[in-house]
């Protein structure tokens, strides 16, 4: 990696030096040490990079690059495994499974992550508001569920759904309603609002910690003026959550297309096989590569969705840096 | 530029390397079976209760021999552990637990090896038919049987009594249809059963006749419509027709043992390992259950299936074969296998079915009755011959988004299993099988 580097370096210097007349005459005025150094203080660099930069190439860049080489190859019971080219992205394309999986997290992302976002920000306001008691308890208690590893917050959630035994049944013989949040129709709404509980007070974390960030000379200059709470919210804090909006909005789409935990551990609990080996696209590959032994086609998934959501987020990106921008 | 072109060619000649050196490690150690002088170390996955107090005897019998034990939670889970290690061409135990259905998979790729080479082909005698039969893939043993899993029908006697039904009378599906609807007379949650699940089904199916896969060599026969699933159809549907199976309840789930503990799921059709499973899951049904043997489709039949059951074999990665076949032969079919059957597992050796005070134990769980005489009754009895897929988890996991729809109503049972036959047919054309579906 650090030739390139360095053979790059006089090309720049080169480029600069033909593009304008006067700072090729101040460039060459330059000590030939001072030039010297300026390699030195490359090597130096890489020096302090090197153990990060072995530990990303092992254990990002080369996975990546493993899953991609081995998406294009299959694994046959009989046959073994051979060369496939893109064969594996074609069936891709046109497996119905996979695209009512994107579709099922699409959803489930338009849905759920404004309600959370939503949430989250209301809870930084109130609590920024400086009118609340017991603010402290308030903060960490909201952040605490984030705290609770899915798994065990998805049983206990599924243990409160149960429409027998849970606390739904409770509630039903309390009020003599007919509630099952389990059955399917409802069943992606129920997983939701696991999500929403976990994550909220991480949201919530996040813009109170922006909001903070606001000197206090502004909420006096504020208050000289007249303005009243609302307006104040309005003109001084609100602006201030964009920033960190698109941070939130990124994380949260990124978090809700990889859905796994939730429906998979809900999957042994939910009545009749509501939630399919394909409810979402982490499931569907994980099926694939354990129960169907199709590792290959599971690369080239988890590849495709990869791109799928980084388009996503980057156009996310895009947009709140051109509203920025304004 | 150069450069930068040179460093993505090595690294991706290095991704090259790992990938190959990942593929080609799955060759095999050698197989030592000289049993006499093993010694060392060996990993055992498994699950289900005794485990651990018969490593105990194992190891007090042969000192030189430790035996590490990690219980991998189900029959599914361990065979997706056991399918992750042969992915990654290592890290697999010695010896594994398998649920008699994923056997021939694992035979298929290789992944077990075969236990006649340690002599294990002369205990065709010593074990009970059904199990043994399902050992064998072509003619040779792969793996030997921890306990023997006849299909049996457990019911809830106090339900019963409640319903005004006599389980004792219930020797037909159809005397079973009307019990079925009695039960459901009681109103709110009580229900004959909510088997919806792929064992079931299969047992069901196999006891009807019905030969749904026919597997030689590399080539496979699927027919969800024969005269046995179509007799078997044509009898759940009428149940769900009625409202008389509770789509609600998943096997295994909490909801599940809850229910057979208040009797609401009023019977089990079921393998012969159920009884510990009760005692544990379901304590408040204690003295509640019958056992009985299962409704036959014709009126004075002896037909019988295997639902399950589990046996232990020798993975091609492991590199002390000699310690893990003594300890494989010593949990199923040397004195380990008391043992085990004292801790409730059902046993597979014909030595310890036909024993006396085995037969004549009265369960508490069971009202006192002797449970073991009809389940060595049942163990007896013929199965007709019957295959599973090479893909058994395969077949498994897709079981649920196919035919479990119609259980609740959304299309017919008839249809669900031809989308499903469809499915296994194109998974078993796509991994290179020929495959015909009819």
Redesign the interface.
Known sequence: MSPQIISAQPMISGKTATSSAISFKTINQHSKTARDNKHKADWRGWKFMWPFAAVFVFVFIIPIVYAVYISFFKKQMIGGTKFVGFDNYAKLMSDMQFWSSVGRVALFTVVQVPIMLFLAAAMALAIDSMKLHGTKFFRISTFLPYAVPAVVSTLIWGFMYGAKYGLVRSFNDLFGTNLDVMVPSVLLISIGNIVTWEFVGYNMLIFYSSLSTIPHSLYEAASIDGASEWQIVKSIKLPELKGSLAITVIFSIIGSFQLFNEPSILQNMVPGNAITTYYTPNMYAYNLSFSGNQSNYAAALAIVMAVITMAIAYAVQLNSMKEQMK | MR??KK?VAA??A???L??LAA?GNSSTAKVDTDTANAKGEIVFWGWGNGIKETIDAFEKANPNITVKYSSTGTA?DTA?AL??AI?AGKGAPDVIMLEDATVP?FV??GSVIDLSQFGADKFADDFAAGPWAKMLQEGKPYALPIDSSPEVFFYNKATFDKAGVDGESIKTWDDYYEAAKKVRALGG?YYITNS?DYQPFLAQAWQAGAQPFKVDG?NITINMNDKGLQQYVAFQQKLIDEDLIN????N????WY??LGDGTTATLSIGAWMPTDLETGAAAGKGNWRVAQLPQWTDGEEASSEDGGSSLAITAQSKNTAAAYKFAEFLTHGDGAKVMADHGTFPATKKLLEDPSFQSEKNEYFGRQEVNKVLAEAAERKVSKFQYL??N??A???Y??DV??A??GKTTLKDALAKYAKTLAD?GT????TVSNQ
């Open positions: 450069n930068a460093a690294m991706a290095i991704t090259t790992v990938g593929c599914a997706t399918q992750n992915a998979q298929v790729d949650d919806i590399e789509p609600k309840i998943t295994w789930s909490d909801d809850r229910s090479p893909y988890s395969f498994q996991s897709k649920g988004d479990v729809p259980f609740q998974y796509d991994q290179g099988y």
